[in-house]
């Protein structure tokens, strides 16, 4: 049996991020350029999931306010998205996303274990770059992975999903 490549992860999130929109909410995401590194991103909202097992990492889902705001009222089916409807619905995508990967490879790499949801606002950067004096709070992250940005054919979903592992 052969190890499973990053690139056929990286696949693996790019086709779990829209499926999971297409059949959660009828939404068609396009797939932009894929970046080899996890970028510096200036999200109102984030979803972050560990991985665990033979294969380690995080699955980070990050995405502005508006954006949000419109997948939570699409996603849970309300008329207004308050911030602990934003919370839950971000968290549900980073887990359903990051789920697609343990499913897939749960035979291949045995016991894949996922954490909890961790959805957190705040600009992402990487621990080698330095801090903004200006900035009040961010999160670093590991800059070996990738980031895929997806948005709509009309633009009104912007999202980033960044792996790594």
């Known amino acids: 049996m052969s190890l499973i490549s990053f690139e056929e992860i990286m ?8 499926d999971t929109f297409k059949s959660y909410m009828n939404i068609d995401l396009l797939a932009g350029k894929v970046e080899k590194r996890v970028d510096p991103v200036d999200s109102d909202v984030t979803g972050i999931v560990g991985v665990a097992g033979d294969r380690v990492g995080y699955i980070i889902f990050a ?7 419109c997948v939570a009222k699409e996603l849970l089916m309300v008329d207004e998205a308050d911030d602990e409807c934003i919370r839950d619905a971000v968290g549900e995508l980073a887990n359903n996303i990051a789920g697609a990967f343990k499913t897939k490879y749960h035979e291949q790499y045995g016991s894949v274990a996922l954490g909890l949801p961790l959805v957190v606002s705040g600009q ?3 621990i080698s770059d330095p801090p903004d004096p200006n900035e009040c709070t961010s999160i670093n992250v ?3 992975g990738v980031t895929i940005p997806f948005t709509t054919a009309n633009g009104s979903i912007n999202i980033k999903v960044m792996v790594y592992m």
Do not use: H, P, V
């Open 11 to 18: 696949f693996t999130i790019m086709s779990a991020t829209q």
């Open 63 to 69: 995405t502005d306010k508006k954006t949000a705001q």
């Open 124 to 126: 992402l950067r990487a």
């Open 142 to 144: 590991q800059c070996k």
